[in-house]
């Protein structure tokens, strides 16, 4: 927080020592690239006053000097449009950097001790918090038990959610608090796990995470801000000008507005409001809502069909393949899902539903066209998060409805060992078939789904274009022939993304007239080896025509 206030300090100061009236900028000496129409355009400079762009100069072009103009010398590096995460989930990633990182164990036993060893360093906590566990990548691929935990924590509440954010192991003190006993009921759209007598086991899924979370003390919207304040500015240092925060309740949307005010933004935010969360109705019907400077935008909201494929909540109109007689969650009634579409839609805002599973996103479709039809907002550009997995017939409709997929590439290259045992040989062909939906002219807006995978967006182009993790596996790419080209990956971090939230003509490519949002890296993205594009270094960000990160 206080490096990026003193990056913002010295770049004033430069300026200032130029001239006291010099707001021009012109950054020479780069490998620019940005999109033009459906091309890609290369720039050797560029030239912005305040938050716009003036001009980029081609090479060769003779640049006029002027003693008004800041001049910085890019020394050779590459410059690209800030790059946009159309969906990421930023208090949660600000947790996330301050609970218990638990991304990448290797067994039930390590995820336990990483947890003792970070509940070691904060004994202050009163509830332990962690985050990222993955059963699927232990030795016994089955989900954990409660009584791993309370060998360490007979008396302190633990909560560990697994990776997808869709369930929860707590230990029995926190079941123990939240009134947890054999005669529990899950709620509708949530499971209990037990054993064989019926016993809790202390993984709870999807909607039946409440029952344990509910007893936390909620953030307090200072204790928020604070967070989200530390998650932007890492996502700053990664080279993200833009994320659309996929789900945001009316107190985390009032600490950005708080944020905007204060001029505390280092990044833009579309906030999508969650429904159902508290005081939803009040905050759509105060309409939305749009910073002057454009670093906050509130126009849309954020519905969840159905669960995850990793935890078996995915919706599918089959059974999975992997488990005879179940189908996965659909999170609400189809009557419930129907009421949260018009009265969003009605109320002019963009609808953006998470939908996994085929039947999840067949139902969201079908809700969305006659929704749409009736409400006449098809330029609202509705979208789908995540559209995972498809019938094939389902995916011209995208195009056809206007509906805009919002699509993680680093889910398929994560998801791949277990996809396939999930729903099998034959649905796999619709899943994460983001070259078949571009064949069909839809719109494809890229995210990471931060925390659940990396923000960092290069490890997602790299992921679009080769369909591979960073070990270069499989050989040749998994279902390869759904590979973009690097020009479509770059296309869905930004020109698109930003079409995504309705801002194509601020941002998402550089121009003169948009806004100077932009980043400074150390490899070329478009010469590099393919399989080192997610190695690519940010050398510096700049949003509103201001440096916010500097690497050190
Ligand atoms: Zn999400």
Redesign the pocket.
């Known amino acids: 927080m206080n490096k990026f206030k003193a990056l913002i300090s010295i770049f004033i100061l430069s300026i200032g020592s130029t001239s006291a009236l010099a707001e021009t900028t012109l950054i020479k000496n780069i490998n620019g690239y940005t999109i033009e129409g459906t091309t890609l355009r290369q720039f050797s400079a560029i030239q912005f006053s305040g938050d716009h762009i003036d001009q980029l100069f081609d090479k060769g072009e003779v640049i006029q000097n002027s003693k008004n103009i800041t001049i910085i010398d890019g020394r050779g590096a590459t410059l690209l449009p800030g790059l946009i995460d159309a ?3 930023v208090l949660s990633y600000g947790e996330s950097l301050m609970t218990a990182d638990l991304v990448g164990t290797s067994s039930q036993e390590i995820t336990v001790q990483r947890t003792l060893d970070y509940a070691n360093k904060n004994p202050s906590l009163t509830w332990i918090i962690g985050r990222g566990w993955n059963q699927v990548q232990w030795p016994s691929k089955t989900f954990p038990t409660a009584q791993s935990l309370d060998k360490h924590f007979p008396n302190k509440p633990v909560w560990l959610e697994r990776i997808d ?1 869709h369930a929860g192991w707590a230990n029995s003190k926190a079941m123990e608090l939240a009134g947890i006993t054999k005669n529990s009921q899950a709620p509708d759209g949530g499971e209990i796990i037990r054993d064989d007598n019926g016993n809790p086991t202390g993984v709870f899924i999807d909607n039946a995470m409440d029952l344990i979370q509910k007893n936390m003390t909620p953030l307090t919207i200072k204790q928020q801000k604070k967070i989200l304040l530390k998650a932007m500015n890492s996502l700053a240092s990664m080279g993200l000008t833009s994320v659309h925060d ?2 945001v309740d009316s107190k985390n949307l009032q600490a950005f507005i708080e944020l905007s005010a204060e001029n505390n933004m280092p990044i833009r935010i579309n906030a999508m409001l969650y429904l159902p969360s508290d005081g939803w109705q009040a905050s759509l019907a105060k309409g939305q809502f749009h910073s002057a400077d454009n670093m906050l935008n509130f126009n849309s909201v954020k519905i969840q069909a159905d669960g995850a494929l990793g935890s078996r909540g995915a919706s599918l109109i089959s059974d999975y393949s992997d488990h005879a007689g179940h189908k996965g969650l659909l999170l609400h009634d189809k009557k419930v899902l129907k009421k949260y579409i018009d009265v969003s839609m009605k109320a002019g805002f963009q609808v953006n539903t ?1 939908a996994i599973g085929d039947n999840a996103n067949k139902i969201v479709l079908d809700l969305y066209q006659d929704a749409i039809k009736e409400s006449k907002t098809k330029s609202l550009r509705h979208r789908i ?2 559209a995972q997995i498809l019938r094939l017939k389902d995916i011209p409709r995208f195009s056809e409805l206007g509906v805009i997929a919002s699509m993680q590439a680093t889910h398929a290259t994560s998801d791949k060992n277990m996809a396939v045992d999930r729903i099998g040989n034959e649905r796999i062909l619709g899943a994460y078939a983001w070259r078949k939906l571009l064949n069909a002219n839809a719109v494809i807006a890229a995210g990471s ?1 931060f925390p ?1 995978e990396s923000a960092n967006p290069f490890f997602g182009l790299h992921a679009s274009v080769t369909r591979q993790d960073k070990h270069n596996a499989p050989q040749g790419g998994w279902f390869a022939n759904q590979k973009m080209t690097r020009l479509e990956a770059f296309r869905t971090f930004t020109i698109d993304a930003a079409y995504s939230g309705h801002q194509e003509k601020l941002i998402g490519s550089l121009e003169k007239g948009k806004k100077a949002d932009f980043i400074l890296l150390k490899n070329n993205y478009f010469t590099e080896p393919e399989t080192q594009i997610w190695e690519n270094t940010v050398l510096s960000t700049w949003v509103n025509g201001k440096e916010v990160y500097r690497k050190n």
């Open positions: 969906h990421g989930h954010g996929a789900g998470h998060e995540h789904d659940v």
